[in-house]
């Protein structure tokens, strides 16, 4: 059976796709057995930037993910390849251009769409849900960067439902362990910078399998 497809898209810049991809690649990844591979479409490479300064830092250690690069046309194809022999795949999508991560939300399983808590940032996923909606692949909108005690997000939360795409229920804080660990080639599951941010990505990875048709 072909492994599941995850495309994090959203066109906002730096809403926290590139981080949601590397630390749900490693979240899944701990499972012994299971292999997953991580496709950037992204000409910024970033998620490419990360992983090899992940083999940079593991050296022969093993990983179970690998890692690939594809065009936005070319990412559709891609991703389905990947998925004949890896249990996940997470394909990482570029800011600005639908064009670009159409192919990858075409392919998708699941669509993970990351957002900062502000309504600004809520519209800017309109497109992405449309996307999905037309494509009938299940979208999920994940608040990422979630300051403490906020009423915003609450305000968010209740703006979401009417939007046509879930709401996962797990968020991730605004902690800079999240950079920090990314310029290592790392995730917060591995550095342990905060306790807290590793338990909400293990949280939210569980979560999201629910969500996969
Ligand atoms: N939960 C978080 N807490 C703190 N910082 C975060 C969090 N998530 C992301 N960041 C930081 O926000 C910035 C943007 O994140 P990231 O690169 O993952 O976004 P992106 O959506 O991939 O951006 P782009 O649209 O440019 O591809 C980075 O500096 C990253 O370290
Ligand atoms: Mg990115």
Redesign the pocket.
């Known amino acids: 059976m072909a492994g599941k497809i995850i495309t994090i898209a959203?066109q906002?810049?730096?809403?926290?796709?590139?981080?949601?991809a590397a630390h749900l690649a490693v979240a899944w990844s701990q499972k012994r057995g299971t292999r997953v591979a991580v496709l950037d479409v992204?000409p910024?490479g970033?998620l490419g930037e990360w992983f090899e300064a992940r083999e940079e830092h593991l050296g022969d250690a093993a990983d179970n993910i690998s890692f690939r690069t594809a065009s936005g046309w070319g990412s559709r194809r891609e991703a389905r390849n990947l998925a004949k022999d890896h249990d996940f795949v997470i394909v990482?999508t570029?800011?600005k251009s639908d064009r670009d991560a159409r192919p990858s939300i075409e392919a998708a399983d699941l669509v993970a769409i990351?957002v900062q808590p502000s309504p600004v940032d809520l519209w800017a996923t309109e497109p992405t849900v449309e996307m999905a909606v037309a494509e009938k692949t299940p979208a999920i909108i994940i608040l990422?960067?979630v300051p403490p005690r906020a009423r915003l997000t609450e305000e968010m939360a209740v703006a979401m439902r009417d939007f046509g795409a879930g709401s996962a229920e797990t968020r991730?804080?605004?902690?800079?362990a999240?950079?920090a660990s990314?310029g290592q080639g790392s995730t917060v599951l591995e550095t342990r910078l905060s306790a807290k941010a590793a338990e909400e990505v293990e949280a939210l990875a569980k979560e999201l399998l629910k969500y996969m048709k």
């Open positions: 959203q906002k810049g730096g809403s926290g796709k590139t981080t949601l992204d910024q970033s990482d570029p800011p990351p990422n960067r991730l804080g605004n902690r800079i999240f950079a990314m």
